[in-house]
């Protein structure tokens, strides 16, 4: 019961400090707005797809787990510049668990990036984007993971760095494989059989596949349940790891 209500209370603070900004909801949705606007146009002859709609099936559900994996590992920033200002080393002396300290600026996250998601949705809709609300929720429920999982680890690799000049770096060079390994952009099943083969050992590979079969309708793909098991034991893992990071620092 403890633990619940310290996950409230940080998590409202965070989501009130997310509400006095609220430019930086749209800040990480520009970049998903863009690529829907001006690059998805352009699949409809590149994926032979036999209509708008179907390649927008194609492209957004890869778009959402983007913006998941992206707007998560750079939370981190955040965290240090708490740190510069004194708010972890002051946790120090309350009795917040700090497990709480970690889960409450993580589903703060999750929130903000559930509402970037239903933003981008809406706005696939009017190019003719149809899915079935459950499977949307599903697909969701699949980038909340991803969310939870990506910015955990963002905040316990910010714990451990302690520095804008090297999470930066680090956090990009992470993303940019994960991203190409992906097949966010375009389905992996365009590429060569080496890559495809590479692509299988990337965890986010059998999420944007999951999304994908979800917004299809084809709920009984085993990339559905296989992407959801994968991440959320790793996202477990994620939350368990950093968790441990912030129990170093609040000492």
Avoid at 126 to 147: S, T
């Amino acid at each position: 019961m403890k633990f619940a209500r310290d996950t409230w209370l940080i998590f409202q603070r965070q989501f009130q400090l997310l509400l006095r900004n609220p430019v930086w909801l749209f800040v990480g949705v520009f970049q998903p707005v863009m690529y829907l606007l001006l690059f998805a146009p352009l699949l409809k002859a590149a994926l032979n797809a036999p209509t708008q709609a179907a390649a927008y099936k194609i492209f957004v559900p890869g778009l959402l787990v983007l913006l998941a994996i992206f707007g998560g590992l750079f939370q981190g920033f955040g965290l240090i510049a708490e740190l510069r200002a004194g708010v972890i080393e002051r946790s120090r002396v309350t009795p917040v668990s700090r497990l709480a300290l970690l889960l409450g600026r993580s589903l703060r996250d999750v929130v903000s990036l559930i509402a970037q998601a239903i933003i981008i949705t809406l706005l696939a809709l009017l190019f003719d984007l149809r899915v079935f609300i459950g499977y949307l929720l599903l697909a969701y429920l699949m980038l909340a993971l991803i969310a939870l999982m990506t910015s955990a680890v963002s905040y316990g690799v910010a714990l451990k760095v302690k520095s804008e000049d090297a999470l930066a770096p680090l956090m990009n060079t992470v993303a940019q494989p994960v991203l190409l390994l992906s097949g966010i952009l375009l389905p992996l099943a365009l590429a060569p059989g080496w890559l495809q083969g590479i692509a299988n050992w990337n965890p986010f590979s059998w999420a944007v596949e999951g999304t994908r079969a979800l917004f299809a309708g084809d709920l009984g793909n085993d990339r559905v349940w296989q992407g959801l098991t994968i991440i959320a034991v790793l996202a477990v893992a994620g939350v368990v790891w950093a968790a441990r990071q912030f129990a170093r620092s609040v000492r």
